[in-house]
DNA sequence: AACACTCTTGACCGAGCGGTCGGATATGTA
DNA sequence: TACATATCCGACCGCTCGGTCAAGAGTGTT
């Protein structure tokens, strides 16, 4: 029999993974090279063909990993009054984050480069994010119409998203603060909308 | 003395800067090309670089454009009681883009293609839009820190800006709609944001 | 008419890209 | 030990890209 992988196979998997979001992140997918990657990540550019099948293989490594983990948080905030939950999710979200700032970043910017297949299987995370922080709004302000809903669950992710377009880490505010600012903003406001 | 520009050369450089900027925003400013920008425009590819020395070149005409027309209908919102300027800014700013979503898209896709002077000069046009948009953000809720106050003016972007990114045409809630939806957002949860 | 310059094009170029290959070396299996 | 395969690399390939160029045709000026 042949040798199987190396104990550290995923490791070193992983390893790429996070060294080639960082890089992709920092100078944009389509701009960046893999070359520059394999570089940024102390490796050779065959040893990254050797780990993942193709430029566009690796970022679809890195965007479902980060959306299955973001999506796992999502799944393990608790229920409760919808308020709460709202903060919780909400804050859930931000602080994914903290860590995880280049795998953002890309699916902003590179999700469009994929293949459809690909994006489908991304999208299905994306509207199981959607789905579970529209049910909360759901709760919080009933009897809004269904593209009302939707465009107010959008509202809510699109601040959130935005965040990381415009925060720098150490100035202005911080993520907790600026989790409770959309958690009171959206409170507060929810009511006020029209159906 | 040799002739001038002939007489339409406005009217055709604003002709590619358009069909460029719809082209690019298409297929993403890296992955588009000059040569498939040209076919989009019906013009060889050296043409293009008659009328704009580089690609990006090119696309900060592009960008300068869109965003002083945007500083330009901001500006024209009349003053009146904070609410209903605070709605007339929203409205403006989403109405402005409802035959610009190429513009749009291309800002928040390639800004960071341009070299440093480039961004700057954009930069200070996004800045005099927030500018105008946190004063009157400052007078729906006064007392707010300085890093707060960014945080919810930009919150109120985030909305705006992820619009473009969610929303198909003819689908869901309608441009109107979604303006009053985030001002009725924003004037209701404002005072209930923390200092 | 003669000129200078704009307008327009197809052909072309060097550079950098994603991806491949043959081989060197390490390592688990039999 | 002998073998098969994983692991790793430098060198290479074909292609597309941004950009250039030489030249033809049109046009305002003198």
Known sequence: MPRGLARDHDDKRAAIREGAAAYFAAH??????????????????????????????LLFDILYAHLSGLVAVVDAVPEGQPEARL??????????YRYADAEHRLQL?????????????????????????????????????????????MSVFGMLNWFFLWHRPGKGIGREAYAD???????????????
């Open 181 to 195: 600012l959309v958690a009171d903003l959206v409170i507060g406001g929810l009511p006020g909308i029209a159906d």
């Open 87 to 96: 903060r919780g999710l909400i804050r859930a979200i931000l602080m994914k």
């Open 109 to 153: 910017d590179a999700l469009k480069a994929l293949a459809p297949d690909q994006q489908a299987a991304l999208r299905g995370h994306q509207r199981r994010l959607v789905g579970t922080l529209a049910e909360t709004i759901d709760l919080l302000r009933p009897g809004l119409a269904e593209d009302r809903l939707q465009a107010a669950t």
């Open 28 to 57: 944009g997918f389509d701009r960046a090279s893999m070359a520059g990657a394999a570089k940024a990540c102390g490796v050779s550019k065959a040893l990254l063909y050797h780990y993942h099948a193709s430029k566009e293989a």
